[in-house]
């Protein structure tokens, strides 16, 4: 079906020999699809408003999402390289622990290894 508002008809004539009545008739019922038209073009544009909104909405409610993921994904960063430093930590602590161990162990070898020469 072709719609009046793109391809309006060249003239809204009844057609020949129609009677008066006949002519008012047509031409009404030219102007009642002309409105039904308009009016199912009002509908699609008030949809289209409505449809735009909703997707303004759904943005931005993704875009919220969105950073609060990449956040979450900062915080879990954070989280990470402390337990990092705390590992590297300990790991240091160890290390310290055994260089003292180590030192202890060789004064005392080298105390046992005077030791026995007097004895």
Not at 10 to 22: F, I, K, V, Y
Not at 27 to 42: G, Y
Not at 61 to 88: F, G, P, S, W, Y
């Amino acid at each position: 079906s072709r719609s009046f508002l793109h391809h309006p008809p060249a003239r809204l004539l009844p057609p020949p020999g129609a009677t008066r009545t006949e002519a008012l008739e047509a031409t009404c019922e030219d102007k009642r699809r002309v409105i039904d038209e308009l009016a199912a073009c009002l509908d699609r544009e008030r949809n289209s408003h409505v449809i735009t909104a909703e997707l303004r909405n759904r943005t931005a409610e993704l875009h919220e999402a969105l950073q609060m993921c990449r956040d979450d994904m900062a915080t879990a960063r954070v989280c990470e390289n402390r337990c990092e430093l705390k590992l590297l930590e300990e790991a240091e602590v160890k290390r310290a622990e055994d260089r003292q161990f180590v030192s202890v162990r060789h004064k005392l070898a080298r105390k046992l290894t005077v030791w026995s020469r007097f004895m």
